[in-house]
């Protein structure tokens, strides 16, 4: 038996977390990218699933029998996280990744080492990569209003090597190598589970982005650092509907940001 296919009940050292509504392709190619991982510890898997008419999701449970099934009756990034994470509260990490993200051979292994060698790391991501092999700038510095504004501009399109945008990115840094960050997407994203004990689940007003960006926040309120680990990789299929105009998960988005803004009373520390 391969180790991605071990049950959540034997314990595991990494719990692996997915969310799935209308993408069942990328779910296909991100379970195939998880079964070639073979990481020398136990692992499991759980699927969150927003059950609809349309799309009940009983065939997850028959083309991929060792991956867990749980269902979501409403639809929210955070709440079908945690529901995720509820399936693998035995493991020793846990990593966040969304169902348009795909693994590379050692990527998981590579995390999770990382994870093991910096104690203060509450939280690690991986080189993430489009898939024509460019670079995804997933380790960033927290917003400010003007890097906002010029995100969410015309500018972003016309320069995007701007000042606002290189400083946001982290595109001054060697990203060869490993370094400290403000936070990590969570499209990929290995959390310590003692971190995630600490700091607690994802907050679940955030239906459709900022959860990651107020996860990592708390994290590093608490005491904890969040890394960047690019000997790991992971190719990113980005499906970003918010990015397609105004449409409902544009406001979504929208509704994230001022929550996160009256939560915290400012973008970042």
């Known amino acids: 038996m391969a ?8 314990s595991p050292h990494l719990g692996i977390v997915l969310i799935h509504h209308r993408m069942a ?3 296909r190619r991100c379970l195939g990218s998880i079964r070639t991982q073979n990481p020398p510890w136990p692992m499991a898997t759980v699927v969150a699933h927003y059950r609809t008419e349309a799309d009940p999701g009983d065939w997850i449970a028959r083309e991929f029998p060792w991956a867990r099934l749980v269902w979501a009756e409403r639809f929210g990034i955070s709440h079908m996280r945690n529901l995720g994470l509820e399936g693998v509260a035995d493991a020793r990490h846990k990593l966040i990744l969304d169902v348009d993200a795909e693994l590379q051979p050692g990527a998981l ?5 990382f994870l093991e060698a910096e104690t203060q790391a509450g939280a690690v991501g ?5 898939p024509d092999g ?3 700038h997933n380790a960033k510095r927290f917003y400010d209003w003007t890097t906002l504004s010029v995100r969410r501009s015309p500018l972003n399109w016309l320069w995007p090597r701007n000042p606002w945008n290189r400083r946001h990115l982290m595109m001054e840094i060697d990203h060869s190598r490993p370094f400290a960050c403000d936070w990590v997407a969570g499209a990929c994203m290995l959390l310590r589970g003692e971190a995630l004990q600490q700091v607690g689940p994802f907050d679940e ?5 900022f959860e990651d960006v107020d996860w990592c926040l708390r994290a590093r309120q608490a005491g904890w650092q969040v890394y960047y680990c690019p000997s790991a990789t992971v190719v990113h299929h980005v499906q970003r509907r918010s990015a397609s105009g105004l449409n409902t998960l544009t406001l979504e ?17």
């Open 205 to 209: 007003r955030y239906t459709f982005g």
């Open 134 to 136: 460019s670079l995804e």
């Open 126 to 130: 991986p080189r993430t990569v489009r």
């Open 253 to 269: 988005h929208l509704k994230s940001l001022w929550r996160f803004c009256r939560k915290h009373g400012r973008l970042g520390p």
């Open 25 to 27: 392709d990328h779910l």
């Open 3 to 10: 180790r991605s296919e071990m049950n959540a009940s034997a």
């Open 109 to 113: 292994e590579e995390l999770a080492r």
